[in-house]
């Protein structure tokens, strides 16, 4: 019950942005299920007021959240803007679809790639990754379809002045998964779950695959 309680409250700013009779988004009011094998993360493609990725990894009960405007890199030598936002519920990882104008982050949201992710060096486990996350450096491999390979988010020091949420870099690790010449941005336009285009899922198309879990 304790640990419930703790994920209500860190769930609190997600709630009291959104009005559930209206958005589709889940409410994270429903628990989340037991131990899992491995934890989870999702990036999902936002055309809200502006266009960006959202960055999300499964740590102690909620997904840890990013925005990031130019979306992830391949490329070792790029580091790309994190800004962190609100806390969701895990049920996020499965959202897919437009969230209604005049809704906070109104607009269409596609699951552009999800899959396990880990601490790096992985003995560590969940552990190092809520460590590393209060200590501003964390370390991590993403098992997704799109993104795969030891990565890093590692806080500002000195944010911007006037920065409203803390800032974040957003850096691919050398390995065999690096790529400096892909743009899997540009690359990749439809949803890995559904097959659709971000201007489908606006039109309500229906899913061109079979969803899976996860």
Known sequence: MAARKTTRAKLGEYRRKRDFERTKEPSGSTPSGGKRAALRFVVQKHAASHLHFDFRLEMGGVMKSWALPKGPSLDPAVKRLAVEVEDHPIAYNSFEGTIPSRQYGGGTVMLWDRGSYGA?????????????????????????????????????????????????????????????????VAAALTSVTSGRTMQEIADGAPSKRGRRGG
């Open 120 to 184: 790096d060096p992985p003995a560590g486990g969940e552990r190092a990754l809520l460590e590393g996350y209060e200590r501003g450096e964390i370390r991590f491999t993403l098992r997704g379809k799109r993104l795969r390979g030891s990565f890093a988010l590692v806080r500002m020091q000195r944010p911007p002045r006037r920065a409203a949420k803390p800032q974040w870099l957003l850096v691919k690790h050398r390995d065999e998964h690096a790529d400096p010449a892909a743009d899997v």
